[in-house]
């Protein structure tokens, strides 16, 4: 049996599945008999095609994405998809934006500059999900980030935006919680994401996006970022991120078979992230050195950022946690702290053992 690897809790490029990191080892040099790795693959060779269709094909079967939606494998990240949405979807004119945190702050700043863009609401540093709301009549979609990489705010349920009066499309950038359980697609337009974190290497983002709002591109949009160009070249329109592509396939394929408590697929990550959520956050609400400021009703189980009360402690905490065989807990440098995300690939033992630290680091220091 291997020696056990450190456990990285990095906010991404994140953890991949071991499993699936050991079989991109095997297949490296020779695909399936095929003479080639597929970083050598053409995009449009019959074997490459069968990967692409194949991954395809197990996300839209995991997410239960629906016929209406095309999914499509393109470049640019989350950052890029910044302009890319309003570059699509805005027609130049009303965006309505929903600041929850750093990302989405973001996603505003960026989509001024191809649409007019409202806040129609902004936590500020409440660490909480705000509950008023103002949307205008006339938004092309609104905007909203799913989960929060670095604040640490998750939207445990989509908002019902009919409810709130508007009939516009919602758009969520839900790259740091895909695939850590369902979405409703009844509820939203458009998610993108890049794959850095729950899905595979850098370099591939996923964009998931309703038919209907296919056409609406500004004529100043790029073709290789228009999505109906992208969709009607089944997302072949440019040389797209294939080796990416690849493992995230690998991926699809390892949490279709992913067995948790009595579960398995998507069901089971979900049990699983959720136990590992509440593990971690029961030893921080427990301590006396150790703080979450987010609220609890809106606590991502993806990334959990927290702060040691004495923060003189901070670079032997860190010394000390690598040394125990646990990464990348710095948190981002715009908030300062630590924080450990919980990936899916991140396994309840990686979870538990920073439990372990973290209750030792408190016992010698607190």
Known sequence: MSEQRPYNFSAGPAVLPEPVLRQVAAEMLDWHGSGMSVMEMSHRGKEFISIAEAAEADLRELLQVPPQFRILFMQG????????????????????VLVTGSWSRKSAAEARRYADVHIAADIGDAHRLPTDWTLRPDAAYVHLCSNETIDGIEFHELPDLSARGSHAPLVIDFSSHVLSRPVDWSRVGLAFGGAQKNIGPA???LVIVREDLLGRALPICPSAFNYETVAAAQSMFNTPPTFAIYVAGLVFQWIKGFEYAGLQGLAAIERHNLDKATLLYGALDASSLYENRVDPSCRSRMNVPFFLKDERLNDAFLAEARTAGLLQLKGHKSVGG???????????AGVQALVNFLKDFEARHG
Do not use: F, K, Q
Request: net charge negative; proline share 6%.
């Open 203 to 205: 370099g591939l983002t």
């Open 338 to 348: 630590m924080r450990a995300s919980l990936y899916n690939a991140m396994p309840l």
């Open 77 to 96: 990240g989350g950052l890029g998809e910044n302009a890319i949405v309003p570059l699509n979807l805005s027609g130049g004119g009303a965006v309505d």
